[in-house]
């Protein structure tokens, strides 16, 4: 069983989504630290200049410290200019009438819920049917698994039975640093390997690394393949040590 451990991010790019392809458990790490100005609370989508920011407001004013399963919206109507900045740059989209209307209502339903968690979840899942990805989702919080950091990854595996984690890159660094935790518990740690693929665009030059909207809303049924298209032969440990 393979698993993958990552915060749930606001309309992430499409390496999120080729993470959750490959995964049996992919695990929401909401009982970690909130990072302000992170993917967490912002993304980018693809406008006629170029990528353009697109944040959610949370309350953070003495709140440091705060989980990401507690952070709140600050703005109720947040998502209304939200749905209005993909309207005016993907209206042009070959499939952006196939998913719109599904997208706008899960963005307000949950913006208005005012929870940023579970906002960025219900896209993140919404986005995983569009992509008929069938992994099995469960946030951290439901388990009982403690401890922090590496200890805290082991523990989550070992709770699901599953004896292989696959980490982004970005994580090779401090999991080099405890991989005999990982070791002395019979897990496989893997690293993927993920090259951007270029697809149609609404504007003429290929710009990578937008949000999951670009490729749904320019590219519809073909997405997964494209995505898909991507994965490479994901890095074994012992090539990253």
């Known amino acids: 069983m393979k698993t993958i451990v990552m915060q749930p991010t606001y309309l992430p790019w499409i390496g999120y989504f080729s993470l959750i392809h490959q995964a049996d458990y992919f695990v929401f790490l909401d009982n970690v630290q909130f990072e302000k100005q992170s993917w967490q609370q912002r993304n980018r989508i693809l406008g006629p200049k170029g990528l353009e920011w697109i944040t ?11 989980l990401i399963s507690d952070v709140e919206i600050s703005t109720s109507g947040f998502y209304e200019k939200h749905i209005k900045q993909i309207q005016q740059n993907y209206r042009r989209a070959r499939y ?9 209502d899960c963005l307000s339903e949950y913006g208005k819920a005012r929870s940023l968690c579970d906002l960025n979840i219900a896209l993140i899942q919404w986005f995983s049917r ?21 200890e805290r990854l082991v523990n989550i595996l070992k709770e699901l039975n599953s004896s292989h984690y696959i980490s982004p890159m970005g994580s090779a660094d401090y999991i080099k640093q405890d991989y005999s935790i990982f070791k002395n518990n019979n897990i496989t740690v893997s690293f993927e390997n993920y090259f951007h693929p270029e697809y149609k665009q609404v504007y003429n030059k290929f710009t990578p690394y937008a949000s999951i909207v670009d490729l749904l809303f320019n590219e519809g049924p073909g997405s997964l393949s494209i995505l898909v298209s991507g994965q490479k032969k994901n890095f074994a440990m012992e090539e990253i040590l």
């Open 56 to 66: 959610v407001p949370v309350l953070i004013k003495r709140r440091f410290g705060q």
């Open 96 to 104: 952006y009438d196939d998913y719109n209307t599904e997208l706008f």
């Open 130 to 150: 569009k992509l008929t990805l069938n992994t099995h989702f469960i946030k951290a919080s439901e388990l009982n698994a403690g401890g922090r950091r590496s």
